[in-house]
């Protein structure tokens, strides 16, 4: 038995990736919103879906670093892309997410016996 439930050492990391991404709401309301809604900024999706903006914050660096949210900063800043200043719009990769999508429904479905 895994060691937490949101542990799946079998499963590939296009499956491991989208468990994990699905496994706090706040994730997935953003993601839902992103690709519901189209590109968004930080202050929009906190005001949308009533989520405290660090909250926000930590959910999008979690979904940019899964692969699943790209964003582009502000023209008028020279910030890296490691300060995503106010005014950085984000935007869903539908392709990625699709993909461990599909990924993770072949994995679920596997026969096993």
Known sequence: MPARLTDLPDAPEQVRRFQHAYTAVSRVAILRDLLTRGPAQRVDLARRLDITGPSVRKALNELIGAGYVTFRLPAHTSATSQDQPHGTTYT?????????????????SEDRR
């Open 92 to 108: 869903a990769n539908r392709e990625q997410v699709m993909a461990d999508l599909a990924a993770t429904m072949a994995w679920l």
